[in-house]
């Protein structure tokens, strides 16, 4: 049976910019766009053309950069804004513009002090209104987590009549448990009349913790776009982590998808980011992390250098990283010692291991992690001691 194809929208430089303090450059974001499109996203959305003359010129830009993804720009259910994205991609060869507007109760009455029927209006012109500068048109439900899905099954259905090519549905608080998300991307799949003709979108941010596996459960139940960033960067507690996402639809074959991505550029990719952008990832972070293959532990690390599938189901070398580390502590047992220590050129003897161990576990109590240069010392100290006796 051949596999799904999941398309996948970064928002790296829209959404993960957004991070206070991470603002970039227009030559940083072309940096950035150009390992984006090697890396084979399919969207790249590169900002939002009216907030600013620098998001104008940095849309710009990388539509001329861009050569074979598709180049989306982000507006408001303004007509100004559309026009102003319109003109920004001009220079795209796939451009798409993404338009929108709030549906839950909540944005409905506080933020536009409106009423539904005026939000279906007011989104149906907006598509329509960008279909006059471009084919392919995505639509934003925001806060479509708290939007009763009979309502946001009608606001789709008038984007699709508008002329919509990709209708996103975002999670935009956190908000959703991954059941309750699936579950609204199903029903839309089931009451929005000629869905089928166009591609659903999630869009998840992680308050809860969540994004991920809500993006997960919405391609489940039939999105086939997920709306994500590197490092999983973003407003607040951040978006979907795309590293996340490729590589869970990677390791679970059962699930049937596939992309069109090299996952071996996600390391060089995440501290691309992570370098431009000024913000450390997470040691603990999945994938990417500098932890994501270091092992400390002294079960985990004999398991890891007898088989490594013991303890990691992804080979650090499908992500781009060179090898798994073994970290020496004061948990570390005889056999990471002995294996490190032959990396560095010491053959050692049962009896010989047993000695440095006992040298090596008086600095591993005294320090976090015993470097190599310390390994020097203790395999100095161990062996001088043993001949003074």
């Given at each position: 049976m051949s596999k799904e194809r999941v398309q996948i929208f970064d928002t790296t430089l829209r959404d993960g910019e957004q991070v206070p303090g991470c603002k970039l450059e227009t030559r940083q974001k072309l940096k950035i766009a150009e390992k984006l499109e090697a890396l084979g996203v399919d969207v790249i959305e590169a900002g939002f053309p009216v907030s600013s003359p620098g998001d104008f010129k940095s849309v710009s830009e990388i539509s001329k950069l861009v050569k074979n993804t598709s180049v989306c720009g982000l507006t408001r259910a303004v007509k100004k804004d559309i026009e102003v994205a319109a003109e920004a991609l001009k220079p795209a060869k796939r451009p798409r513009i993404h338009t929108g507007i709030g549906t839950s109760d909540s944005h409905i009455k506080y933020k536009f002090n409106s009423t539904r029927e005026e939000i279906i209006v007011r989104a149906r012109e907006a598509v329509s209104y960008a279909?006059?500068?471009?084919?392919?048109?995505?639509?934003?439900a925001e806060d479509a987590g708290r939007t009763?899905?009979?309502?946001?099954?009608?606001?789709?259905?008038?984007?699709?009549?508008?002329?919509?090519?990709?209708?996103?549905?975002?999670?935009?608080?956190?908000y959703c448990l991954p059941e309750e998300y699936g579950q609204k991307i199903k029903y839309l799949k089931e009451n929005v009349k000629n869905i089928e003709n166009v591609i659903i979108s999630c869009h998840c941010h992680n308050d809860l913790g969540l994004a991920?596996?809500?993006?997960i459960a919405a391609i489940r139940n039939g999105a086939r776009q997920v709306e994500c960033t590197i490092n999983g960067i973003g407003e607040r507690a951040g978006n979907t982590a795309l590293e996340e996402v490729?590589?869970?639809?990677?390791?679970?074959?059962?699930?049937?998808?596939?992309?069109?991505?090299?996952p071996k550029l996600?390391?060089?990719?995440?501290?691309?980011?992570?370098?431009?952008?000024?913000?450390?990832?997470?040691?603990?972070?999945?994938?990417?992390?500098a932890n994501a293959f270091a092992h400390s532990s002294g079960i985990h690390q004999d398991g890891v250098i007898k088989n490594r599938e013991t303890y990691e189901i992804i080979d650090p070398a499908d992500v781009g990283v060179t090898e798994s580390a073994i970290i020496l502590t004061a948990r570390s047992g005889r056999a990471a010692l002995a294996y490190k220590a032959?990396?560095?050129?010491?053959?050692?003897?049962?009896l010989q291991l047993d000695i440095v161990y006992a040298t090596f576990l008086s600095y591993a109590?005294?320090?976090?992690?015993?470097?190599?240069?310390?390994?020097?010392?203790?395999?100095?100290?161990?062996?001088?001691?043993?001949?003074?006796?």
């Open positions: 279909k006059n500068f471009v084919d392919d048109v995505e639509f934003y009763d899905n009979e309502f946001l099954a009608r606001v789709c259905t008038a984007a699709v009549e508008a002329g919509a090519t990709v209708l996103n549905i975002p999670d935009t608080t956190g991920t596996a809500n993006a490729i590589m869970i639809l990677r390791q679970h074959p059962d699930l049937n998808f596939t992309t069109n991505l090299n996600l390391f060089e990719l995440s501290n691309l980011v992570s370098r431009e952008m000024g913000m450390v990832v997470q040691p603990n972070k999945a994938i990417v992390g032959k990396i560095m050129g010491y053959e050692l003897t049962k109590d005294v320090k976090k992690e015993v470097a190599d240069t310390d390994l020097h010392e203790i395999m100095d100290l161990s062996f001088k001691n043993r001949a003074s006796a």
